[in-house]
């Protein structure tokens, strides 16, 4: 059971290069979520979707783009990279409420970007 | 909105010490709480959780106990070891299950 997978690991990118990174997950869950981790802060939510054809803004949602187009899969689009993206990407995902509440969100390795 | 507040770190421990890491937290409604674990190089995982007031969440020795009097669910553990180093993510649920996240309190175990 893979759980969350993210690709790619790592990326460097120059700036107005853009980029889709992958996230893909096997457990059947409706919930998924795209996160960014900068220096010694918490994780801020850029994206969310809850189910196959929905998604939503986070906090900071500027400068990225979603799709849904499955259950398993949840890319992240940065058109016109910039420097401030420069970031660790985790993608999360968590099962129906129906399946037992308040459940754990589960999370990918993370993709290490920087944006030179 | 909702809000999560972590003690700063680092935390710096010999090992076999006791461990206090504190969390505050503010939200509307009766929210989950999370505490998650990030080791160097990896994604976060779920380290325990609790879902009502008064409830425990442990796992490997770390416990928290749900306090809605205080808004608080600090991290505990008796006696720490060198792989318990890590960065630790107090975390709590919001509507379509979102979480708020504190800012991560890095733990340091020395021998």
């Known amino acids: 059971n893979a759980g969350v997978t993210q690709t790619p690991k790592f990326r460097i990118l120059k700036i107005g290069q853009s980029m889709t990174l992958q996230c893909t997950q096997d457990?059947?869950?409706?919930?998924m979520y795209w996160y960014r981790q900068d220096p010694g802060m918490g994780l801020k939510l850029i994206y969310y979707?809850?189910?196959?054809?929905?998604?939503d803004k986070g906090e900071v949602p500027n400068g990225y783009n979603v799709s849904r187009s499955t259950t398993e899969d949840f890319p992240l689009r940065l058109e016109l990279a910039a420097p401030s993206q420069t970031s660790v990407y985790f993608c999360?995902?968590?099962?129906?409420?129906?399946?037992?509440?308040?459940?754990?969100?589960?999370f990918g390795d993370g993709t290490r970007l920087s944006i030179l | 909105g909702n809000s999560v507040t972590q003690m700063e770190g680092p935390v710096t421990l010999s090992e076999e010490a006791f461990l206090t890491i504190n969390c505050t937290y503010t939200?509307?409604?009766?929210?989950?709480l999370f505490w998650y674990v990030q080791y160097p190089g990896e994604g976060l995982q779920l380290l325990l959780k609790?879902?009502?007031?008064?409830d425990k969440g442990s796992n490997k020795g770390f416990e928290a106990t749900y306090r809605k009097e205080t808004t608080s669910f600090h991290l505990e553990k008796g006696s720490v070891q060198v792989s318990d180093s890590a960065v630790y993510f107090c975390?709590?649920?919001?509507?379509?299950?979102?979480?708020?996240f504190g800012t991560g309190t890095r733990l340091q175990v020395t021998l």
């Open positions: 999360a995902s968590r099962g129906n409420f129906i399946q037992g509440g308040n459940q754990p969100q589960h």
């Open positions: 975390a709590l649920t919001g509507t379509a299950s979102k979480l708020t």
């Open positions: 609790a879902t009502k007031a008064d």
């Open positions: 979707s809850v189910g196959a054809g929905i998604t």
């Open positions: 939200a509307t409604g009766y929210p989950s």
């Open positions: 457990m059947n869950h409706n919930y």
